[in-house]
């Protein structure tokens, strides 16, 4: 039984440039989120898909970020124009969706740092 | 609205016990707690809906207190491996992304 994965593990970019990351959830998940996590604070949701649609984006999420899951199965996160404020943990959870539950079980995430 | 976590950390002997508290502005449908270590991704431990009840495995128990919007962690006789930084998520509704506290840091001293 597998858990989420995340790829790449670490990414280290220069200011500017684009970047993406994957996730892959529990194969009978079909709840997929996106959360971000800086140094010294719990981790902050960024958006959420059911199945391949895309059902809830948070504030945070600025038109710089833009998430997929086009085939309801792995998702990914790409940011276009880094920024130094981008740095962080990106994480990824999935979860069932029966039995009126949210359960989210989190993947090991993507370290950013942005040069 | 951030649920507000206390305390803000714990130093405990092995074997102690300890209680964290998650409180919350809105009405809540759902309490989940996690633990993460240094550099790794947060661990689910359980899940507590709407109702009031309790929860729990092996000395690890929750409870969930709808109308005062409380949860409370009950971690007893604490093990050295217990020690991390507790989060708790809200969610109030059945599919919404969580919103997490600030954490508690848990040390366990041998």
């Known amino acids: 039984d597998t858990g989420v994965s995340q790829d790449p593990r670490h990414k280290i970019t220069k200011r500017g440039q684009n970047v993406t990351f994957r996730c892959d959830p529990i194969?009978?998940?079909?709840?997929l989120y996106w959360y971000r996590q800086t140094l010294g604070q719990g981790p902050e949701f960024l958006t959420y898909?059911?199945?391949?649609?895309?059902?809830?984006k948070s504030r945070l999420l600025s038109d710089r970020f833009s998430a997929e899951r086009p085939k309801g199965s792995f998702s990914t996160l790409e940011i276009q124009r880094t920024e130094q404020g981008d740095s962080a943990m990106y994480l990824c959870?999935?979860?069932?969706?029966?039995?009126?539950?949210?359960?989210?079980?989190f993947g090991p995430g993507t370290r950013l740092t942005v040069l | 609205q951030q649920p507000v976590q206390s305390p803000q950390a714990v130093i405990l002997r092995e074997g102690e016990d300890a209680v964290i508290n998650c409180s919350s502005s809105?009405?809540?449908?759902?309490v989940h707690w996690y633990r993460q270590k240094h550099g790794e991704a947060p661990v689910f431990l359980m899940i507590?809906?709407?109702?009031?009840e309790q929860k729990g495995h092996d000395k690890i128990s929750a409870s969930f207190n709808e109308k005062k919007q409380q949860s409370s962690l009950y971690l007893t006789a604490s093990q050295l491996s217990y020690s991390g930084t507790y989060f708790c998520g809200t969610a109030g509704g059945g599919a919404d992304g969580l919103t997490f506290g600030k954490g508690t840091h848990l040390i366990i001293q041998p």
């Open positions: 194969s009978e998940h079909n709840r």
């Open positions: 898909f059911q199945n391949e649609a895309q059902l809830e």
């Open positions: 809105k009405a809540l449908y759902s």
């Open positions: 959870a999935s979860g069932p969706s029966w039995g009126g539950i949210n359960t989210q079980y």
């Open positions: 507590l809906l709407k109702g009031g």
